[in-house]
């Protein structure tokens, strides 16, 4: 958990605060929970709740006092998903107070347009069947094992992201000599055609540090089947088992290489879970979220 120092920050929260009929803190971020205990204390306090602080247990212990005493202050805790709700040791004090409302798209952003011809640029450039993965190079994203199922697959895959592991999977790439196979190239504008563009979009996040994966809906949004993990979080609400993609335990490189497998060699069951995935997708409309939250939020103010 890293988290910046600035007396600045104080100094105008006190300032703005003043004219707020309230706050919504998101969490995790330490620095806002204690400006909420310092200034405008009669302000209601609601809190986005994303994910529990997993790796940096120490800095999670340290700050758990200070967390709980603004949890006991606030109206209403907007928690991502029922699996974060249901498996958080810090929420489980609190859980009257949980509005499970989960994170949302932007339907129309994915679906309208014309993506036929970066589609075909798309998949003459990286091969098909092509595998798509998507986020940062980190411990949690589980990319090592992605690439690892590779190795038995007839397929491409292509990872768009950057961070701190982009040398040692590009090592372990060259490792497993699948580079005519497997490619990671850095962060795009618009990854809309990249998504029309794959076979099947892969999510083996590790952790559940992963507390969505807001990609897997915009995967669905363009009717991709998608293969995610068995995690503690929302990760394995957003894409369902067999009814929008196949789900596996984490950490377990054949486990995803037979379902990657199973869907590239069963195409009318790969559209089948991505024509539903699509219509999953449109249930996480922003409206829809935004509508709730406020609904919630109105009965205090």
Same mark, same amino acid.
């Given at each position: 958990?890293?988290?910046?120092?600035?007396?600045?920050?104080?100094?105008?929260?006190?300032?703005?605060?003043?004219?707020?009929?309230?706050?919504?803190?998101?969490?995790?971020?330490?620095?806002?929970?204690?400006?909420?205990?310092?200034?405008?204390?009669?302000?209601?306090?609601?809190?986005?709740?994303?994910?529990?602080?997993?790796?940096? *247990?120490?800095?999670?212990?340290?700050?758990?006092?200070?967390?709980?005493?603004?949890?006991?202050?606030?109206?209403?805790?907007?928690?991502?998903?029922?699996?974060?709700?249901?498996?958080?040791?810090?929420?489980?004090?609190?859980?009257?107070?949980?509005?499970?409302?989960?994170?949302?798209?932007?339907?129309?952003?994915?679906?309208?347009?014309?993506?036929?011809?970066?589609?075909?640029?798309?998949?003459?450039?990286?091969?098909?069947?092509?595998?798509?993965?998507?986020?940062?190079?980190?411990?949690? *994203?589980?990319?090592?094992?992605?690439?690892?199922?590779?190795?038995?697959?007839?397929?491409?895959?292509?990872?768009?992201?950057?961070?701190?592991?982009?040398?040692?999977?590009?090592?372990?790439?060259?490792?497993?000599?699948?580079?005519?196979?497997?490619?990671?190239?850095?962060?795009?504008?618009?990854?809309?055609?990249?998504?029309?563009?794959?076979?099947?979009?892969?999510?083996?996040?590790?952790?559940?540090?992963?507390?969505?994966?807001?990609?897997?809906?915009?995967?669905? +949004?363009?009717?991709?089947?998608?293969?995610? +993990?068995?995690?503690?979080?929302?990760?394995?609400?957003?894409?369902?088992?067999?009814?929008?993609?196949? +789900?596996?335990?984490?950490?377990?490189?054949?486990?995803?290489?037979?379902?990657l497998h199973a869907l590239l060699s069963n195409q009318d069951v790969a559209i089948r879970l991505g024509k539903q995935g699509n219509e999953r997708a449109k249930k996480f409309e922003k409206k829809k979220t935004l509508a709730r939250i406020k609904e919630t939020m109105e009965k205090y103010l």
């Open positions: 958990m890293r988290m910046p120092i600035s007396i600045d920050f104080f100094v105008r929260y006190k300032k703005m605060i003043e004219q707020a009929d309230c706050v919504l803190l998101h969490h995790p971020f330490p620095l806002g929970f204690l400006a909420a205990l310092l200034f405008g204390k009669n302000k209601p306090i609601f809190i986005f709740y994303h994910s529990d602080i997993v790796r940096q *247990k120490i800095a999670g212990a340290l700050s758990r006092p200070l967390l709980q005493r603004v949890f006991s202050r606030a109206k209403a805790i907007f928690v991502t998903s029922k699996n974060l709700c249901r498996y958080s040791e810090v929420l489980k004090p609190y859980q009257s107070k949980c509005v499970v409302t989960p994170l949302w798209i932007q339907v129309e952003q994915f679906e309208a347009g014309d993506f036929e011809d970066s589609t075909k640029l798309i998949r003459r450039k990286y091969g098909s069947p092509l595998i798509l993965g998507v986020g940062r190079l980190v411990y949690y *994203k589980g990319f090592s094992y992605l690439i690892r199922s590779m190795k038995s697959l007839s397929a491409h895959l292509l990872i768009i992201g950057s961070g701190p592991l982009k040398k040692e999977l590009t090592a372990l790439i060259k490792e497993l000599k699948i580079e005519d196979r497997v490619k990671i190239i850095d962060p795009v504008e618009n990854l809309a055609p990249y998504y029309h563009a794959c076979d099947i979009f892969a999510f083996p996040s590790t952790e559940p540090s992963e507390a969505f994966g807001l990609v897997q809906l915009e995967a669905m +949004t363009c009717a991709k089947p998608i293969v995610n +993990t068995l995690l503690a979080s929302g990760v394995p609400e957003v894409s369902i088992d067999r009814k929008t993609g196949l +789900t596996v335990d984490p950490k377990n490189t054949q486990a995803l290489t037979v379902a």
